[in-house]
């Protein structure tokens, strides 16, 4: 089992910058593949970005494609989603999530394949 604690959120105005962390307890961190998720009010918790265990193979919603970065430090048990050129669109509260499993392309963007969430960290971009 893993317990995730996301930080980092804000309000920034459009065009600006943050990043996001997460940090996961535990000693297996390197065997989950990481993902994070963004819910805005009213709407569907929906796919940003994910990244495989090792770090090498990185995936992203088309809407953040060029503007955000998923990475990890498997010795410092994290994950990071850095922001750049944000947009009002962004608002939302980000989730951090983990899964054991081994999915593909498609299914590691569906929330319901991921086992361990956070609490979620609040980030809003004025415009």
């Known amino acids: 089992q893993v317990q995730l604690v996301e930080s980092g959120g804000g309000l920034v105005q459009a065009g600006g910058s943050l990043r996001l962390s997460c940090a996961a307890s535990?000693?297996?961190?390197?065997?989950?593949?990481m993902g994070w998720f963004s819910q805005a009010p009213g709407k569907e918790r929906e796919f940003v970005a994910a990244?495989?265990?090792?770090?090498?193979?990185?995936y992203y919603a088309d809407p953040v494609k060029g503007r955000f970065t998923i990475s990890r430090d498997n010795a410092k048990n994290t994950v990071y989603l850095q922001m750049n050129s944000l947009k009002p669109d962004d608002t939302g509260v980000y989730y951090c999530?983990?899964?054991?499993?081994?999915?593909?392309?498609?299914?590691?963007?569906?929330?319901?394949?991921?086992?361990?969430w956070g609490q979620g960290t609040q980030v809003t971009v004025s415009s």
């Open positions: 999530a983990a899964t054991p499993g081994l999915f593909g392309n498609t299914a590691l963007r569906s929330w319901n394949n991921y086992d361990y």
């Open positions: 990244i495989r265990r090792s770090g090498g193979t990185t």
């Open positions: 535990g000693r297996t961190f390197s065997s989950y593949t």
